[in-house]
C-alpha cells in the first residue's frame, strides 16, 4: 500500500470507529496516529519550505559559489568551522556593512529531530533574512554533525565551535562579536538552550559571552521527564537509555545562575512545548535567571517559519531582542 493510501486508509478507519461508537477501541490507532505526524512534523519542519518543499533561496550572481549575491543580500556559502563536511555555515550579510557601526548578529541553529535538516531550508531562513538583513543584521545559519553520526552532546559541542569561529570571524563581517543572539527551531531550539544553560560549553570551545537565546518551540527542554515516561519514538535515538546522559543533554538540567536571558517561543497547540517552556522559566526565575515564555497559536512548522513575518508575533520576539542590548534595539526599531 502506498503511503498515501496508508494514511488515508488509518483516517477512515479511526472515523468509522469513532462514529460506530468504538472510540475506546480507537484510542491506541490514535496514539499511534498522532506519534507518526509528529514525528514527521519534527523530522521535517526544519527542513521543508512554506509548501513541504525544499525552497531554493538564491539566484547566483556571477560563478564564485563560495559569495552569492543578489538584489537584497550577499551570503557567504558553506563557510567550514571545523573538519566534517556538515561542520559548515552560510552568513547573510546585510546591506551597506562598509562604514557602519558594527552589526549586531543572530546565530540560527536548524530543527530536525536531530537527524535531518539544512541551514539553507526556506523556514530557517526567507522570512528572518527578509526582516532582519534591512535592519543592519546579521544572519548566520549553521549546520552541525546529526544523528546517527553524532549525538545530541556532540552536537551542541558543533553549535558551539560554530559560534566561536562566528565570533572570530564577525569583524571581518563587519559584525560585532559581543552582539550575539543564539536562536534554533525544533532540535536546534533544544542545542541552543542547552547552550545557553551549560556553565562550561561555550567555554570550553572558545566563545565569547553572546546577549541571549531565542528557543523556537522545543519540547525537549528537561529530557528525563520526557524519556521516564510514555514518549515519541523519536526522543529514543537522541536520547537513549542512559540517565546520566539525560542529565547531560537536558537544558533545565545544566541550567546555571548567571545565565544570559532566555525566550522560550511555543506553540499553544503542542501542550508538552508551552508545559517544557513554563517549567523552564519557573526554574530558571529560581536561579535569578531572566526566562520568559512566549506562547503563539502557531503550529510547530509555522513558529519557526512565520518569525519575522510583519505582525504581532516577529514584534514580540524583537521586543526581547531589543530588550538585550541597546545596539541590537536601535536596528528594531
Known amino acids: 500500500m502506498k503511503p498515501h493510501a496508508a494514511n488515508a486508509f488509518a483516517i477512515a478507519l479511526i472515523t468509522t ?4 461508537g468504538s472510540a475506546v477501541s480507537a484510542g491506541p490507532l490514535l496514539e499511534r496516529l498522532k506519534e507518526r505526524r509528529a514525528a514527521h512534523a519534527e523530522a521535517r519542519t526544519g527542513e521543508r519550505g512554506p509548501a513541504g518543499r525544499e525552497q531554493p533561496l538564491e539566484n547566483p550572481y556571477g560563478d564564485d559559489k563560495a559569495s552569492q549575491q543578489t538584489a537584497n543580500r550577499k551570503v557567504l556559502r558553506d563557510v567550514p568551522y571545523g573538519s566534517d563536511a556538515k561542520q559548515r555555515m552560510d552568513i547573510y550579510l546585510p546591506p551597506q556593512t562598509v562604514g557602519a557601526a558594527p552589526a549586531p548578529v543572530i546565530f540560527m541553529v536548524h530543527g530536525g529531530a536531530w537527524r535531518t535538516g539544512d541551514k539553507r531550508m526556506g523556514r530557517v531562513v526567507d522570512n528572518k ?23 545530541p552532546l556532540d ?91 539525560w542529565r547531560a543533554v537536558s537544558p533545565q538540567q545544566q541550567l546555571h545562575a548567571g545565565a544570559k536571558p532566555v525566550l522560550a517561543v511555543c506553540s499553544s497547540r503542542r501542550e508538552e512545548s508551552c508545559e517544557q517552556a513554563r517549567n523552564f522559566a519557573a526554574h530558571a526565575g529560581q536561579l535569578n535567571v531572566r526566562a520568559s515564555v512566549l506562547a503563539q497559536d502557531l503550529s510547530h512548522g509555522e513558529i519557526n517559519e512565520q518569525l519575522g513575518v510583519p505582525g504581532s508575533y516577529t514584534q514580540a520576539v524583537e521586543a526581547f531582542l531589543g530588550s538585550l542590548s541597546p545596539a541590537l534595539g536601535s536596528r528594531l526599531r
Open 155 to 245: 552536537q551542541v559541542h558543533d553549535v558551539a565551535q560554530a559560534l566561536a569561529f562566528a565570533q572570530a570571524q564577525a569583524a571581518s563581517w563587519g559584525a560585532d562579536p559581543q552582539q550575539f543572539v543564539l536562536m534554533g527551531h525544533s532540535a536546534g531550539a533544544h542545542l541552543v538552550a542547552l547552550l545557553a544553560a551549560s556553565p562550561t560549553l561555550g567555554n570550553e570551545a572558545g566563545a565569547k559571552p553572546w546577549l541571549g537565546t531565542v528557543a523556537l518551540d522545543s519540547a525537549a527542554l528537561d529530557v528525563a521527564p520526557i524519556m521516564q515516561r510514555k514518549h515519541y519514538k523519536l526522543y529514543d535515538p537522541a536520547f537513549g537509555t542512559d540517565p546520566t546522559f
Open 129 to 151: 533574512t527578509a526582516r532582519w538583513l534591512p535592519k543592519g543584521i546579521v544572519f548566520v545559519s549553521i549546520n552541525n554533525r546529526l544523528l546517527p553520526d553524532a549525538d
Open 17 to 20: 470507529l469513532v462514529l460506530g
